[in-house]
Nanobody
Framework: QVQLVESGGGLVQAGGSLRLLCAAS????????MGWFRQAPGKEREFVAS????????YYGDSVKGRFTISRDHAKNTVYLQMSSLKPEDTGVYYC???????????????????WGQGTQVTVSS
C-alpha cells in the first residue's frame, strides 16, 4: 500500500511563497499521475494541480493558474507544489493524491485518485 506524506505547509503573508512536498513510498511511483487538492474550512475539496506519470504534462485549477507549479522527481519519489503570489483564499489543508491507474494524463477528477496523504495546513494572512 502506497503512503503519501505531505510537508512544507505553514503560515505566510499574502504575496509570499511556499513549497509543498509529497513523499511517496513504493517502487511504482513513477508510473502514476499525482495531484494536489485543498480544502478550506466549510468548503468542499478543490482541485489545485496534477501532473502525469512522466512529468511531461500538467494541469491546473483556474484559481491557481500562473501562480502555482507542480513538478515531480522520480529519483526522490517526491511531488512538489511551488506556490507563489499567495492569497488569503489559498488558505486550507493541502492534500497529495496518487492516481489509481498507471500511465494516465493529469486530471482534476478526485475520484481518479485512490491514495491520499494526511494533508498539510497552509495559512495565508492578509
Amino acid at each position: 500500500q502506497v503512503q503519501l506524506v505531505e510537508s512544507g505547509g505553514g503560515l505566510v503573508q499574502a504575496g509570499g511563497s511556499l513549497r509543498l512536498l509529497c513523499a511517496a513510498s513504493g517502487r511504482t511511483f513513477s508510473s502514476y499521475a499525482m495531484g494536489w487538492f485543498r480544502q478550506a474550512p466549510g468548503k468542499e475539496r478543490e482541485f489545485v494541480a496534477s501532473i502525469n506519470w512522466s512529468g511531461g504534462s500538467t494541469y491546473y485549477g483556474d484559481s491557481v493558474k500562473g501562480r502555482f507549479t507542480i513538478s515531480r522527481d522520480h529519483a526522490k519519489n517526491t511531488v512538489y507544489l511551488q506556490m507563489s503570489s499567495l492569497k488569503p483564499e489559498d488558505t486550507g489543508v493541502y492534500y497529495c493524491a496518487k492516481s489509481t491507474v498507471r500511465f494516465t494524463e493529469p486530471t482534476s477528477i478526485s475520484s481518479a485518485f485512490g491514495s491520499w496523504g494526511q494533508g498539510t495546513q497552509v495559512t495565508v494572512s492578509s
